[in-house]
């Protein structure tokens, strides 16, 4: 069975993202719709963000709360900060397949991969 897992880490820090607000959205003809949203642990993870019979293909919007994590940690950034959020939009080929999404994360800047 395929799930949808997401792991965020803190470059500027050297660990694990805990305490990151993550937003799941199923891209629709009618637009999006939320199916999940979670909160990162203390190791930077969320497991099984979508799995079972709501884990379909097609297309979905990952989004990342970053410039809440970092205000949080108490690190100052511009008014309007340069990125408050990191979306993703990835795309479920194979609802049979694990597909898990690392994301790297600093106040300037993003990367983001499929892990296994």
Do not use: N
Request: no cysteine; charged share 15%; glycine share 10%.
């Amino acid at each position: 069975m395929g799930q949808l897992t997401t792991h965020v880490l803190d470059l500027t820090a050297g660990l694990p993202a805990a305490g990151v607000r993550v937003e799941l959205h199923a891209q629709t003809p009618a637009g999006p719709r939320l199916l999940a949203a979670a909160t990162t642990g203390p190791d930077g993870r969320v497991a099984a963000l979508l799995s079972g019979a709501e884990f379909k293909t097609g297309t979905y919007l990952l989004t990342f709360h970053t410039a809440e994590y970092f205000r949080a940690r108490g690190v100052r950034l511009p008014e309007p900060a340069f990125l408050e959020l990191a979306s993703i939009q990835i795309g479920i080929a194979a609802a049979d397949q694990h597909y898990h999404v690392p994301l790297l994360i600093a106040p300037w800047s993003y990367s983001v991969y499929r892990g296994g």
